[in-house]
């Protein structure tokens, strides 16, 4: 039996990392992909994206652009303009291996009528030589995350069924575990393939993990389409935001009782308030490499953390408030 035609799609909004995607893609052994569309994202496009990179398959390469509307909309995007039974999305700072194409196309095969999607296996190369960062141990996590479009494969019929990406989701972060929750609900399978997906370590400064925080808008987002119970279903962990918000309650706590005077009750809560930041550090410093500059991070973000996720959370419950669940929320 032939592997089934499939079509690939990559967001971007310029990287570097992009050249190393598609020179991956093109060296991998097996079926070649019918296409390939280069998603630019850039809000303002400052250059040609190095396409010429995918070598031998320059010449299925198409590029549309999509200025800035996030990675949600790329891709719809790249749905759009592609007619392959079955489109794989790959980020651009992903490198598949030199047997993906062949075991994609195991993975293909092997899916049955109600198969809506599988889903590449992701490995983080870390350090061998030293403890990881709080910022590679969070990309890490990638490995065990499910449906995560770093490398996923959906049937085109079921991403069309289904409407596509939810462009609401403006950030490269629940915009997978919404469409995965839409098509399981629509009674299509999802499962694991065979095929490896490597996903190196971008680099990033040291504030990084506060404008991580912007996700916590996503997840109110999340809430009002899926309930509440929406982790559970789509195997997303549940993150850190009730301590975050007893943290951040408890330093306004403390600075309002100081205001009306009442100097005990506010030396409580700010006791309360250094215990619950400490913990949250010690969390994040302890299983990493604890070098002076880690350390230092760790110890600044930790305190900053609450306050910024409590702010973020705020500002989902009123951008969102009118958002319904959607059919199949519990």
Not at 103 to 121: E, K, M
Request: hydrophobic share 45%; proline share 7%.
């Amino acid at each position: 039996m032939s592997a089934p035609e499939y079509a690939v799609v990559v967001p971007t909004v310029g990287r570097p990392c992009l050249a190393d995607c598609l020179r991956a893609l093109d060296s991998a052994a097996g079926p070649r992909p019918a296409e390939v569309v280069v998603v630019d994202d850039r809000p303002a496009p400052d250059g040609a994206l190095p396409v010429e990179a995918a070598g031998g398959l320059h010449d299925r390469v198409r590029t549309v652009s999509t200025g800035g509307r996030g990675p949600a909309a790329a891709r719809n995007a790249g749905l759009r303009s592609v007619t392959a039974p079955w489109v794989v999305f790959l980020d651009d700072d992903v490198q598949v291996l030199p047997d993906w194409a062949d075991r994609l196309a195991g993975d293909l095969a092997a899916a049955d009528a109600r198969t809506g999607g599988v889903q590449g296996r992701l490995t983080v190369p870390l350090p061998v030589d030293r403890r990881p960062t709080d910022w590679e141990r969070g990309t890490a996590g990638l490995e065990q995350a499910a449906w995560a479009t770093a490398d996923m494969a959906y049937r085109a019929t079921a991403l069309k069924e289904v409407g596509g990406f939810d462009e609401r989701f403006r950030r490269a972060f629940r915009e997978d575990a919404d469409l995965a929750l839409r098509v399981l609900d629509a009674g299509w399978a999802l499962r694991r393939g065979d095929r490896v997906t490597r996903h190196p370590v971008r680099p990033a400064d040291r504030w990084v993990s506060l404008r991580a925080q912007r996700g916590n808008a996503d997840d109110v987002l999340m809430n009002r389409l899926h309930g509440t119970d929406w982790w559970i279903r789509a195997r997303a962990p549940r993150g850190r935001l009730p301590a975050h918000l007893a943290v951040t309650g408890l330093a306004l706590a403390s600075a309002l009782c100081a205001a009306a005077g009442r100097r005990r009750a506010s030396a409580v809560a700010g006791a309360l308030w250094a215990l619950g930041t400490a913990e949250f550090a010690a969390a994040r410093i302890t299983p990493g490499p604890r070098t002076r500059d880690e350390v230092l991070t760790m110890a600044v973000t930790s305190a900053a953390i609450p306050p910024l996720a409590a702010g973020h959370w705020l500002k989902g419950l009123v951008r969102h408030r009118s958002v319904r669940s959607r059919g199949g929320a519990r």
